[in-house]
């Protein structure tokens, strides 16, 4: 595995730096940063895929793979909405919302707009012993990261008990996309944010149809 990991591949920021250079020029400060910003990213990238990690690898592929079409959240969320009462019932119900609207913010939205390569599966990177299958979708931000955070999100304000251990949960899917080789971190932390972000527009419009419903009703 080389510490060149991703070289050749097109960083989010080196997109942006490439619009911002087209309007304010090469010498912009805004063009070096952003391009400074890239070389993080694939940095921080090769430095997780030239690590050894041989006890890490097969738990993290696993939950990666868990993650899968939102399939984690989704059993999370049928057990909680079936021992939860009332909270756990509206936590399940605005978590489910939270990921359909994030992903279609995600995938419908912001991917084919950034049309960032994903890692080259057969240039250097992780270890086989790693890797899950690549998605065909473009990788930039990370859909997976998104829905993770947005679930997390409506989850932990409905039931604060939980909110820690379901934003840890939250964090080691959007890690193990690094992990495995399918994201570079710049996406995940993007994704995160985005799907964090989304929850909480979903959590403002359910608060104003739970006061529809019961004027008298907080929510958290």
């Given at each position: 595995m080389s510490s060149h990991a991703g070289t050749q591949q097109q960083s989010a920021a080196d997109a942006l730096a490439r619009r911002v250079e087209a309007r304010r020029g090469a010498e912009s400060v805004w063009v070096e940063a952003l391009r400074e910003l890239g070389a993080v990213d694939r940095a921080v990238y090769a430095a997780v895929a030239d690590t050894p990690t041989p006890e890490l690898d097969g738990p993290v592929r696993r939950?990666?793979?868990a993650a899968n079409y939102s399939r984690l959240w989704l059993?999370?969320?049928?057990?909680?909405?079936?021992?939860?009462?009332?909270?756990?019932?509206?936590?399940?119900?605005?978590?489910?919302?939270a990921i359909g609207?994030?992903?279609?913010?995600?995938?419908?939205?912001?991917?084919?707009?950034?049309?960032?390569?994903?890692?080259?599966?057969?240039?250097?990177?992780?270890?086989?012993?790693?890797?899950?299958?690549?998605?065909?979708?473009?990788?930039?931000?990370s859909g997976h990261a998104a829905s993770a955070f947005a679930f997390a999100y409506a989850i932990g304000r409905h039931l604060p008990e939980l909110a820690?251990?379901?934003?840890?949960?939250?964090?080691?899917?959007?890690?193990?996309r690094v992990h495995t080789g399918v994201h570079y971190p710049a996406d995940v932390v993007i994704g995160s944010i985005v799907g964090a972000g989304t929850a909480a527009t979903v959590a403002a419009a359910c608060d104003r149809i739970y006061r529809l419903q019961d004027p008298e009703c907080e929510h958290a």
């Amino acid at each position: 595995m080389s510490s060149h990991a991703g070289t050749q591949q097109q960083s989010a920021a080196d997109a942006l730096a490439r619009r911002v250079e087209a309007r304010r020029g090469a010498e912009s400060v805004w063009v070096e940063a952003l391009r400074e910003l890239g070389a993080v990213d694939r940095a921080v990238y090769a430095a997780v895929a030239d690590t050894p990690t041989p006890e890490l690898d097969g738990p993290v592929r696993r939950l990666s793979n868990a993650a899968n079409y939102s399939r984690l959240w989704l059993g999370i969320a049928a057990v909680i909405a079936l021992f939860g009462g009332r909270r756990g019932r509206r936590a399940a119900l605005e978590g489910i919302l939270a990921i359909g609207v994030t992903s279609a913010t995600v995938n419908l939205g912001m991917k084919p707009l950034a049309q960032r390569r994903r890692p080259d599966p057969a240039g250097p990177g992780p270890s086989p012993a790693r890797q899950v299958r690549m998605p065909q979708s473009t990788s930039f931000p990370s859909g997976h990261a998104a829905s993770a955070f947005a679930f997390a999100y409506a989850i932990g304000r409905h039931l604060p008990e939980l909110a820690v251990p379901i934003r840890l949960l939250a964090g080691g899917v959007a890690y193990s996309r690094v992990h495995t080789g399918v994201h570079y971190p710049a996406d995940v932390v993007i994704g995160s944010i985005v799907g964090a972000g989304t929850a909480a527009t979903v959590a403002a419009a359910c608060d104003r149809i739970y006061r529809l419903q019961d004027p008298e009703c907080e929510h958290a």
